[in-house]
T-cell receptor, first 112, second 115 residues
């Protein structure tokens, strides 16, 4: 079974703080993704990565950056957290050449 | 870019009845259409998917149909059970790159199974 883990289930941060959300997968998948999920808006793609040190912008990259130093680990960075970044953040992976995305359990981030 | 519309936002059905959730998409290049189920406190889980060279796919009580001409696809759940209660999301690929390029999701349908 594919396992995707996220560093925290719940996180509370203050406005202006730098926030790191980490995702780790154990299946040697090439592709990794960060989505945010908001009520009534569904899931929206923030950034994705095809391989180590590679990154691509998704549909809503503003205010975020990412880092992929190792194949199994994909980090989402909020350089200066703002209240409108309060959301559920979901990480996903997919094997190269395949379609099915496997999701982690999510991190619910609250910025006060 | 791709835009996916999903209806209804909430669907309440009696246990044992059928449920149908519909989605439309805008990008004719999309070629992969998965459906995800999300239970409370968990990440979305793939339940069924269909590719553009297939019109219908079935897996036990769930089925998906695709009409590429009309750019819409639907999820059908028959003989609904309490454990089917969840939020369901449809999705499409924004580009022909398949799953590697990320998915565009609908806004979700909260399915409620009434006992």
């Amino acid at each position: 079974d594919v396992k995707v883990t996220q560093s925290s289930r719940y996180l509370v941060k203050r406005t202006g703080e730098k926030v790191f959300l980490e995702c780790v997968q154990d299946m040697d998948h090439e592709n990794m993704f960060w989505y945010r999920q908001d009520p009534g808006l569904g899931l929206r793609l923030i950034y994705f990565s095809y391989d180590v040190k590679m990154k691509e912008k998704g549909d809503i990259p503003e205010g975020y950056s990412v880092s992929r130093e190792k194949k199994e680990r994909f980090s989402l960075i909020l350089e200066s957290a703002s209240t409108n970044q309060t959301s559920m953040y979901l990480c996903a992976t997919v094997a190269g050449g395949y379609y099915e995305q496997y999701f982690g359990p999510g991190t619910r981030l609250t910025v006060t | 870019g791709e835009n996916v519309e999903q209806h209804p936002s909430t669907l309440s059905v009696q246990e044992g009845d059928s449920a149908v959730i519909k989605c439309t998409y805008s990008d004719s290049a999309s070629n992969y259409f998965p459906w995800y189920k999300q239970e409370l406190g968990k990440g979305p889980q793939l339940i069924i998917d269909i590719r553009s060279n297939v019109g219908e796919k079935k897996d036990q009580r769930i089925a998906v149909t695709l009409n590429k001409t009309a750019k819409h696809f639907s999820l059908h759940i028959t003989e609904t059970q309490p454990e089917d209660s969840a939020v369901y999301f449809c999705a499409a690929t924004p580009r022909a790159g398949g799953g590697a390029d990320g998915l565009t999701f609908g806004k979700g349908t909260h399915l409620i199974i009434q006992p």
